[in-house]
């Protein structure tokens, strides 16, 4: 063992300085570690303990070894001696922390934690680390993404460049968590002008909040913060320090206290937003699944109805869909339609797409129970509407009802007024299917949405609050959440009318020349006049825009650095720009015409084609365009085939999709089958936005393979 590392006991000084008579049995307990036997390590470690008892280093390696084998009583036991023996220990309180972490018991983990950064001194002790990655994974299981987020930052920033799993974990959080734009920006303490009277003391506030001592920065700041209650950044890094220990209830206060300040309006729209993510007082109502049991009276004449009408549709369920089924599985599985599947899907309109009702089980007899029929729905407008529909179709095969279990909180969500769930015929072409989504979403926006009651807005619909002069900034909060919604890329036209016939301003661009490209909110570099930015301030706004996946703004900086002759040679390239674009594109045609710019600059460069030529017919298969996918596959065939890269990834595309089949040689197909372009999209269900304990996917055409 190397004695220059630093001491387990986290004294912050190296082994050789430090405990190095322990050396030789701190050297024997690690190689069994090393070799797999932890339990020989913790015997050994009890043994050295016994002839040398309290020493930290070894109730260091005693506690860490415990937890690791799940001996949290021990453990507990462990800790408990060490902290009373070694109260200065950073790595004692460590341990403590991360004991209330395992045990869920976030909010004393948080501060446990605080002591142990509190008493770091220099070096960084490991379980130091150690125990800011457990708390920060017990924050976000807990769903305090302010506080998760806080920490798994300051692990980035304190693990080095050797480790960075806490960043990966934050990516994966922006690109497929769903959470809403503003939470995926780095929360930071802001600095006061150098000409304050307090910068200087601001300054040692955010020193102290960078290594990670919030409880102590807060308390900091506590006391300077009396003598400049006109300064309002004071109430904003008060609030971020109250987020990041955990303290949602006083981060939602403190940011309203903020946004009711003497600042700019944006700034004041943005912070009441914030408070209205975490605010757990503030629940949009949600209906609640039931589970309504049926008998069966005649059941050959039920297995007849199921199969023959045309509003309950056979839905194949996965072997991981099975699994959830408790006890015996259903014989069939349904939805419940309000109305017949037309037969053919291109000259459906919005008034005549069939709806989805409920999901209904058909279960044979079993050993202690007779055949029944379960239908699953919501408790909402149409509970009564599914169970008369059910009925109508099962007729008297269908006997009483002998059971209803409340399933709890609807897996729709609790924003009725955003949410639908279709089911449209298989044969409905994209750009009808596009059609109709785009006409609902605009209906859900300018007609639902206004005249829902909203609690954020203290029960009155957003049409109402508008009226109202103390409820206009909750609503221009809920409008930024709405905007930025991952559902609603694309609809800024739709939102500019919203916002009109509310009466609420129109957004304003903003000056190149005011912008920290470092420090602006990603909210809003979809409104900045990118024009006037130097290159590097744009590759700065383009790593945070992917950082964070903020679609509106990526899509802004990608197209103004294409503008930009010298960006993609010095900066970004402009293959990776052409990629962004594409994949963010939700309208085949745009994609295309994106494609095509990528494919006029490819020949301009004397590259290949072949790379974009593919993106093209991963589209129009995605999209169950055969007569595209064709066309794209014989160019592919006749251009590129020669091109190795390309003739696998065509090889691999078609075997995905079974137009080939495994064994098949490595060359195109004249054509591809009809029936395996596209994939079926059945059901269609519209998510609303995020809200605290709930997700909605990422937009944009992510699975969707782009070239290196």
């Keep these: 063992m190397d004695p220059y590392t630093l001491c387990p006991c986290g004294s912050g000084k190296k082994l050789k300085f430090c405990c190095s008579d ?411 299917r596009r059609e109709l989504l785009t006409e609902e979403r605009r209906a859900a926006l300018l007609d639902r949405w206004p005249n829902t009651p909203r609690a954020a807005l203290g029960g009155k619909s957003p049409r109402e609050a508008a009226g109202i002069e103390e409820l206009r900034l909750p609503l221009l909060s809920e409008l930024l959440l709405l905007e930025n919604g991952s559902a609603n890329a694309g609809f800024e036209e739709t939102f500019a009318k919203l916002r009109s016939d509310l009466g609420l301003p129109a957004h304003e661009s903003i000056a190149a020349d005011s912008v920290d490209a470092n420090s602006v909110p990603v909210v809003r570099i979809g409104r900045i006049d990118l024009s006037g930015l130097s290159d590097e301030d744009l590759a700065t706004l383009y790593k945070r825009c992917v950082l964070v996946h903020a679609t509106n703004g990526l899509k802004a900086v990608a197209r103004e650095g294409l503008r930009r002759d010298g960006f993609g040679t010095n900066y970004i390239p402009r293959l990776k720009l052409y990629e962004q674009l594409f994949t963010l594109e939700e309208d085949s045609e745009a994609a295309i015409a994106v494609l095509d710019e990528a494919r006029e600059w490819a020949e301009s460069q004397g590259e290949s084609t072949g790379p974009w030529d593919l993106l093209e017919l991963q589209l129009h298969i995605a999209e169950n365009n055969s007569e595209g996918a064709n066309r794209t596959l014989a160019h592919l065939r006749d251009e590129h085939m020669n091109e190795p890269e390309i003739a696998q990834q065509i090889y691999q595309l078609l075997y995905m999709i079974g137009a080939i089949p495994a064994d098949a040689p490595m060359q195109a197909p004249s054509r591809i089958p009809a029936a395996a372009v596209g994939a079926q999209a059945g059901a269609h269900s519209e998510p609303g936005i995020w809200t605290p304990g709930g997700e909605t996917a990422a937009a944009g055409k992510g699975k969707l393979w782009t070239p290196d």
């Design 22 to 432: 322990l050396i030789g049995e701190i050297e024997k307990i690690h190689r069994m570690i090393e070799g797999d036997q932890p339990r020989a390590a913790l015997r050994h470690v009890e043994q050295t303990l016994a002839k040398q008892p309290g020493r930290a280093s070894l109730l260091d390696l005693q506690a860490m070894l415990q937890l690791s084998l799940g001996e949290h009583e021990a453990a507990e036991h462990t800790v408990t001696e060490f902290v009373k023996a070694h109260p200065d220990s950073p790595s004692a309180h460590a341990h403590h922390a991360m004991l209330l972490a395992d045990r869920g018991e976030t909010t004393e983990a948080v501060y446990a934690l605080q002591s142990a950064l509190d008493r770091v001194e220099t070096n960084l002790p490991q379980r130091v680390l150690e125990a800011i990655g457990s708390v920060g994974h017990a924050l976000l299981l807990v769903g305090d993404v302010v506080a998760a987020r806080a920490h798994l930052w300051l692990y980035e920033a304190v693990a080095g460049g050797h480790d960075h799993r806490a960043l990966e974990l934050l990516v994966r959080m922006n690109q497929v968590s769903g959470l809403p734009l503003l939470l995926r920006d780095r929360l930071a303490l802001r600095s006061l002008p150098a000409e304050h009277p307090a910068a200087s003391a601001m300054q040692m506030v955010q020193r102290m909040a960078a290594a990670g001592k919030w409880r102590a920065a807060a308390e900091e700041l506590d006391d300077i913060l009396p003598d400049h209650l006109d300064t309002p950044l004071f109430f904003y890094n008060r609030a971020l320090l109250s987020g990041y220990l955990g303290d949602r209830k006083n981060f939602a206060a403190g940011m309203r206290l903020y946004a009711r300040q003497d600042i700019p309006l944006t700034d004041a729209v943005e912070a009441e937003a914030l408070a209205q993510l975490v605010d757990t007082e503030i629940q949009e109502e949600s209906p609640h699944t039931l589970r309504l049991v049926y008998g069966i009276t005649n059941e050959d004449s039920l297995i007849e109805q199921l199969t023959a009408s045309k509003q309950i549709q056979p839905l194949q369920l996965s072997q991981e869909e099975l699994e959830s089924f408790e006890g015996p599985k259903p014989r069939g599985y349904y939805m419940l339609l309000d109305r017949p599947v037309p037969e053919n899907g291109a000259d459906l309109t919005r008034d005549t797409v069939p709806h989805v009702l409920g999901f209904v089980s058909h279960y044979g007899r079993q050993t202690d129970r007779p055949e029944r029929v379960e239908l699953v729905t919501d408790k909402d407008e149409k509970l009564d509407t599914a169970i008369e529909t059910l009925k109508q179709l099962l007729g008297d095969s269908l006997g009483e009802k002998n059971d209803e279990v409340d399933l709890g909180m609807s897996p729709r969500g609790n924003d009725a007024a955003l949410s639908w769930r279709w089911h449209l015929p298989a044969n409905t072409p994209a750009a009808k």
